[in-house]
Each structure stands twice: as C-alpha cells, then as structure tokens.
C-alpha cells in the first residue's frame, strides 16, 4: 500500500494525524483541499487521508456555526464539503457507511439554498451526485425521503434545481415505480406540470435535455397515478412541446430522445393522447407512427443483430409506437381517407419488412442470441406479432420462411413464463424474473395462419397444436381460481366473515387468461375444421376433448365468462363431432358438457317480454357480447346438429332437458314474418336433425303445438317430418 501513497500525502497525513486542536486541524486541512484535487492523489491516498481526517470532524464542521468573529459563517461547511465533493468520487468512500449517515444532512443543506451561501450548495449537489451514482447511495437517498424532497426543490426552482432533478432521474430510473406513493398522485403530478411548462417554453438545448428526465419519470411512473392524469396540466404541455420537436427539421440527437418519450408516454396514457388536438387530431398520431417506421427501417436495414441491439432503447420505443397504433387503427374508431391509409400502410410495410428481414437473418445463425441481444428478438418478435393480427396477406414467404422460428422463441417463452407462475405459486425465486410470453401474444395472428395451408403443415409440423392445448390448460389454472385452503382451526372464523374480494391484479390476470383462452380455442377450432384426418387419430385432440368434458361444467356461470364459455362449448362440439367413434355413451363428463352446452345455445335468443311479447330478441346477457358470440351461436347449433347424427343419443339430453319443447314454445310467441332468416334456418336444421336422430321426439313436439309454428314460420322442412306432406 506505502507504494502507492505519494510522499506529499503521507506527509499530510502525518500532519492530520499530530494535530492537538480542532483549530489546528482546520488549518491542514487546507493542505489537504489542494492535494486532493492534484492529479498523484490515487483512490488508496484518498482514503487514507479521509481516515486520517475522521468523519466525526467532518461532520462538526457540517454542522456547526461558531465560527471566529473574523470569519464569514459558513467557511467551515465550505470547507467540509469541498473536501467530501472529492471523496464521493471514489465508490468506496461514496458508499462508505458514516458518508451515507450523512444524506439527510446533505438534503437538508440543498431544501434550505435560498439560505445557504451559493458555494455550499453547488458543492452539496456534487456530493449527492456522488453518492447518487452507486446503489447503497441510491438506497440511502431513498430511505431518506429523497424523492419526495428532491421533488418538492425542482417544483419550488431554488438555486440548481436542476441538479435536484438529474439526481432524482437517476433515482426513478434504479428504483423503478416503488419511487411513488401510489395513494398521493399528487406529488408526481406537480413535478411533471412543473417540468413539462419548462419543457413546452424552453426553445433552447435544454428542451432536449428535459426529454431524457421526463422519460425516467414517465417510463417509472405506476398506472394508478397515470389514472389521474387528466387533472394534471403535464400530459398537454408534453403533447405541445414533443409536436414542436417532431415537427420541426431536427437532427437524430433531438429526434431520437423526444421519440422515446412520446413512446413511453403514449404507452402510459393510450393512444388518445396522440390524439388529443382539437383542431387536427390525427395530425401528430400519424407523424408519430410514420417516424417509427422510417426509425425501425434505417436502424435495422442491413444490421447485423449486434449493431441493432446496440440501438435497442430507441427501436423499442419505436416498436412500442406501432404496436400500440397497430392496436388502435384496428378497432376502427380512426376515420382514414384513403390517402391516409395508403402512405401508413406503405411506411408499415416498410419497417416490418426490415423486422423479418432482421430475424431471419437471426434464425440462419447457429449461436443462439443470449443477454440483451435475446430479450430485444423477443420485443421484435412481439411487433411482429401485433402485424400478423391485421395483416393478413403481405409479405407471405418470407412470414413462412421464419414461423418455425417465431414458434420456437415463442414456445421457449411461455414455458419459461409458465416455470415461474408454478414457482411464484410455491414461493420459489425463480431465474425468470422478467419473463415475457411471446407465444400469448402471438396468438390472435396464428388464428389467421391456421387458415392458410402452408403455414397451418408448419404448425402442425411444429408440434404446436400441443403446446396450444397445454396452453389453454395453464390459463385455465388462473381462470378458474381457487382460494386457498383454509386451515382446519380457522375454519370457524372464516365462515361467519363475508367472503373477501379478490384483489384487482388478480381480477386483470384472470381477464387476460380469459382472453388467452378465447384466442387459443380459436387457433384450435381452425385446425379441427381444416384438418379433419389428422385430428381423428391426433391424441392431442383426444386429451383436449377431454379435458373440456371435464371442465366447462365447473366454468363460475358469471358474465365474465360467458364468450369463452361459448368457446369451449363449441371447440368441443367440433372435436366431438370428429372424434364420434372414440365417444363412450356411459360417460358421466359427456353428460354434464353436454348440459352445460345447451345452456349456452338455449340462453341466447329471448322473447322480448318488456318492449314487445312478440320480438325475438338477443338476451341482455348475451347483448353487449354478441359480436364475439354470434358465429359462435351459429356453428354451435350446426355442429349440435351434425353431432346428433352422428351420436344418436346425445339427442336425450334436448330432449329432457326441455330445449326441443322450449324451442318450439318461444316460437309459438313470435310475430309472422319477424323472424330472422339465419335464425330460422338454424333452429329448423336443428330440429329436423332431432327427429331423425329419436323419433320419440315427434310427440314432444306435436304437443308443444309445433304445426301452428311450422305453419307461421313456413317451416317446411320440419313440417314434412313432423306431418308428412
């Protein structure tokens, strides 16, 4: 260690050390101010004169105002701190435990500036600085409320604020959303109002500087604090100040910066931020998207994975931009004129032609891409998951050419999603802290390949059809959620308690499962209809039949459920349909689908016994639901019919469970001429198929008075049957 300590140190640390008074020790201290700053002073030679010196004198000095008549007050902290400013440089002494003990000392000195002599406080903020860059000081910061006070000196704009706010940057970029308190907003939102004013007036360099702050802020801030933004001034400034910069000729530094913050604070508001002027709202939306195509082009066209991830930050945020436009322009609520949508539609085709391009270049490559290099496949692969939703027809060879390899990342995903769900539930750390399902997300745009040949023999090629039905089996574990079991002696208490609510993140987790299984049941009833012969002697099917008898009647009847009760029903009536021979007719799980399947076709249509007892009408039930519902309700009633064909005795349960009669009853009600063709046809076809199937049928319906319904309703077929000619 003597080696690497200057004789000039080692002298002023025999002086530090021989020194009789405090008065004495100040006056080397001097000394030691300018051999700090000298370039032979090494990190060793730092420490050894900060130990020579003692924390507890550093900290008097800090603190104490009786200063010599001739002296200005504050000289001692002056001093005191121009010496830590050095020493929080170095990371050992930055985070050494009695530097940390003195945050709260620090941010008070830097909340009382205006007080302060403006030296102190420049030389404060540097030490903040310091201990700011490494996480025992960050923590430190944050134990002692530094976010809050941080915020509160740059809402204020005392002396150096800005200083105030790169520090609380970096502490929001490292702690994430636990930065906030989550039940008062309002620290957060008068913070960003004051920024974002900065940020909208400043025409000079520091309104790019700004784009990087607001970023961490935004990029960490939790969704329930965004809820109440509307309140807030800051979403609007933000909104004029990015048009000003996205609009004007800039260059990559500035433009760069302010995407990514457009990015993050539209993937916080919606989509309906990018929209929010009055006059032109379409206007900057499609600037937006437009320059993340043309970003994703230049950045990825002809790069190696390499040099593309080394952009990541700025790709991603663009990613985010189409994804979530991609999502919105879908649901049709954005009035395009044609001009409109042929220039998105170019600039799109463009960028996601440069992301296939990219990833079959990855697929070629033996190594497998590890680290940030994979997790930025993965976010590539998740764009291009949100196109194949919508678009179903551009670029199909080369889509062809990579789905092999776009299954296998996806695969890889959700069973490293689904290993640390089966951890999580066991209170395990899991390695796959920040796991990301590909394969969920990928799921809307298989359902549209499952319908073309070549990419449907990959799938199934692939193996996918099992990792699908293993899929729908995962998601139902969160669907159909258990409590857990109570423990014998508390079983007393908890009986005369009202049952607890389920918290709101598992409430969202449980509707997101939902959705999963709805899309998967759809990707699966494309390939039971388009591949007859490989379903009947697939066993994948076979389980998945079963594994829907046994399920669906323990479905909760609440309107939550009600379309993916309607899609298990039906997906199980096409494999039931195909798989007729492998059918046991003692069966108990066949009983119980079976009920719980004309539950759902019985319920759908009502008479409409409020407004007009003569109306056919879609339930209120099934109303707010029916454009996800209707084809199911069609396919389900022709498949029910081509079932009983083929199952003869799956035609007792209509009929005990009194849908035939019921059916014929509700007609019974309906006005001449009213009702809906599409309808008729499928309740006649049902019914004529339900006659063939059990003669002992005919008297039920006879009964029910089914020839005044056949005459009102011209059903002539079912007339014929019933009546003969």
Known sequence: MAGQISDAVKKCIAILKNTNSDTEKFAALFMVTKLVKGKDCNPVAKKAIFEAIGFDYIKRLLLTDDVPVDCPPSIYKSVALSILTV????????????????????????????????????????????????????????????????????????????????????????????????????????????????????????????????????????????????????????????????????????????????????????????????????????????????????????????????????????????????????????????????????????????????????????????????????????????????????????????????????????????????????????????????????????????????ARAIILKNNEDKVLSELLQFHWTIVHYKRPPVPRSERLKVLNQPKQELAPEVLAEMQDSRTAMISTCNVLMNLTVLETKYVEESEVFNELLKFIFENLPELKDIPENLVLHGNLAVLGLLLLKQLSKKVKKNDFSICRYIQATIRFLWDAYIIDESNDPTALVVSMAYKEHWMEIMELWFLGMQTMSGVIAQIPWISEFAIESGWAEGIIQTLKKVKIGTLPPNVKSAYEDFLCHLVDANESVVDVLKKAEALRVCRNHRLMELGKKLFGD
């Open 87 to 454: 020493f929080c440089n170095e990371e050992e002494l930055a985070t050494h435990p009695e530097m940390l003990a003195n945050v709260p000392v620090f941010l008070d000195i830097v909340q009382k500036a205006d007080d302060e002599d403006l030296m102190s406080v420049g030389e404060t903020y540097n030490c903040l600085k310091g201990i700011a860059s490494f996480a025992p000081g960050q923590r430190a910061l944050i134990e002692a409320g530094g976010v809050a006070k941080l915020s509160e000196i740059y809402s204020q704009g005392s002396f150096q604020s800005d200083e105030a706010l790169n520090i609380l940057a970096v502490l929001v970029s490292n702690l994430g959303m636990k930065s906030w308190n989550e039940d008062n907003p309002n620290t957060f939102h008068q913070l960003l109002n004051k920024i974002a004013v900065d940020f909208e007036t400043d025409q000079d360099k520091r309104k790019f500087e700004l784009c990087q702050v607001l970023n961490a802020l935004i990029f960490n801030c939790p969704k329930k604090i965004a809820a109440s933004a509307d309140k807030a001034t800051w979403p609007q400034s933000l909104y004029k100040g990015l048009t000003d910069i996205l609009q004007s000729k800039i260059g990559a530094q500035q433009r760069n910066p302010a995407l990514i913050l457009a990015s993050s604070t539209m993937e916080l508001l919606g989509v309906e931020w990018a929209l929010s002027d009055e006059e032109k709202p379409k206007q900057f939306f499609l600037l937006l998207i437009q320059l993340a195509a043309i970003e994703v082009r230049m950045q990825l066209d002809g790069k190696s994975l390499k040099a593309a991830t080394s952009q990541r930050n700025l790709i991603m945020a663009c990613y985010i931009i189409l994804e979530l436009s991609i999502n919105y322009i879908s649901t049709d609520q954005l009035d395009l004129d044609q001009k409109e949508k042929q220039t998105l539609y170019t600039g799109l085709k463009g960028a996601f032609t440069a992301i296939i391009n990219l990833l079959i270049k990855v697929s070629n490559d033996k190594n497998k891409p590890s680290g940030e290099e994979k997790w930025f496949v993965y976010g590539t692969i998740r764009v291009l998951a949100a196109w194949l939703a919508q678009e179903t027809s551009a670029l199909r060879t080369q889509i062809y050419q990579l789905l092999p390899f776009i299954l296998e990342v996806a695969n890889e995903t959700f069973y490293a999603h689904k290993a640390r769900r089966v951890a999580e539930k066991a209170g395990i750390e899991s390695d796959n802290a920040n796991s990301v399902d590909i394969l969920r997300i990928l799921l809307p745009g298989l359902c549209h390949l499952a319908v073309e040949d070549p």
